[in-house]
């Protein structure tokens, strides 16, 4: 090819960009553009690591709990706290934001009624339901009475404590619902009488003997029709029980024991008068085998402010 046609051609391949490539750079503006991009593409993705790693961290901080407020004027300190062998960071807010508002997750509310709950069943356990006297330690139970000597059981009295466990929960009942451990015959063993139906005037209950055969406390037959609470005369060797049948009137009956059962010697009964209220009369009462004597009647007196001052003989009719 003639040199005149070869310059011809070449001149016509750089009007018409023929194998034109893009340089790297090729302006400055250019590649101002190119850097900032580039620059802003590396600022999003360290964004976006620092995001997932606050993230992260939020989540191991805040598991017992977290602050949202609508302005960002939270500080934060941490706080240790040791809790079942297992150290918790907690992280402590101050929100200065008037709309702020702070949820609690679950974990902090477990533990909380956890603690509360430990505590008080402890304090009914300690306060109402365990009577001790010397070795014996009886233990009121849903199931029964839980019998202990010397801290170790001796047996479980099967017995309905529903009722029981009830009136011991109760500040007005409580005091009248407690097991009774006594030496009721005085025969050096000290015997139980477990409540069964607590009244705010009333407590009627099962007595329960130690039988030294069976070595185990053993339902009293011989105290079978006595229901209420006994309370012993070692002198005489003699118990009382007293049922009352109003604030004002009530039954007192004095048991002996002939062998070991027990016999009723006298009754003592106060009681409103049939024929006038206000008036209130003392029987008293002796008892033979198979006799119920009328030995005595007393007319109450009361001084001038309505208070018990004594009382008069009546004569019988």
């Known amino acids: 090819m003639k040199k005149s046609a070869i310059i011809a051609v070449l001149s016509f391949a750089l009007l018409t960009g023929c194998g034109k490539t893009d340089p790297v750079v090729s302006d400055p503006e250019t590649a101002e553009t190119t850097v900032a991009v580039e620059k802003k593409t590396e600022k999003t993705t360290d964004a976006s690591v620092a995001a997932t790693d606050l993230a992260a961290s939020t989540t191991a901080t805040t598991t ?57 069943t402890t304090t009914a356990v300690a306060n109402n339901k365990v009577f001790t006297k010397d070795k014996l330690e009886c233990i009121v139970t849903s199931e029964g009475i839980d019998v202990s000597v010397d801290n170790e059981k001796l047996q479980t009295i099967e017995i309905d404590t529903e009722e ?36 705010t005037l009333n407590t009627f209950g099962v007595y329960y003997h130690f039988d030294s055969v069976e070595e185990k ?75 119920e004597l009328l030995v005595k009647r007393e007319r109450v007196l009361f001084d001038a402010d309505g208070r018990e001052a004594g009382a008069e003989e009546v004569e019988l009719g």
Request: charged letters at 30%; a negative charge; glycine letters at 2%.
């Open 164 to 199: 029981l466990i009830n009136a011991l929960s109760d500040i007005k009942t409580e005091m009248k619902a407690s097991i009774i451990i006594e030496d009721v015959d005085l025969d050096g063993k000290d015997d139980l009488f477990i409540p069964q139906q607590v009244g």
């Open 64 to 120: 017992v709990s977290s602050t949202k407020s609508s302005a960002n004027t939270t500080t934060t300190s941490a706080k240790t706290i040791a809790h079942g062998g297992t150290t918790l960071t907690v992280a402590k807010r101050t929100n200065t934001s008037v709309k702020a508002t702070t949820k609690h997750t679950s974990v902090t509310t477990a533990q909380d009624t956890t603690t509360t709950t430990a505590v008080s």
């Open 217 to 291: 406390f053993v339902k009293w037959e011989e105290l079978s029709e006595i229901d209420s609470r006994a309370d012993v005369n070692e002198e005489d060797r003699t118990f009382i029980t007293t049922i009352k049948l109003s604030e004002d009137e009530y039954e007192e009956k004095l048991f002996a024991w002939n062998g070991s059962t027990p016999e009723i010697q006298t009754m003592k009964k106060k009681y409103r008068s049939a024929e006038d209220k206000n008036e209130i009369l003392i029987d008293y009462f002796e008892y033979t085998i198979d006799e």
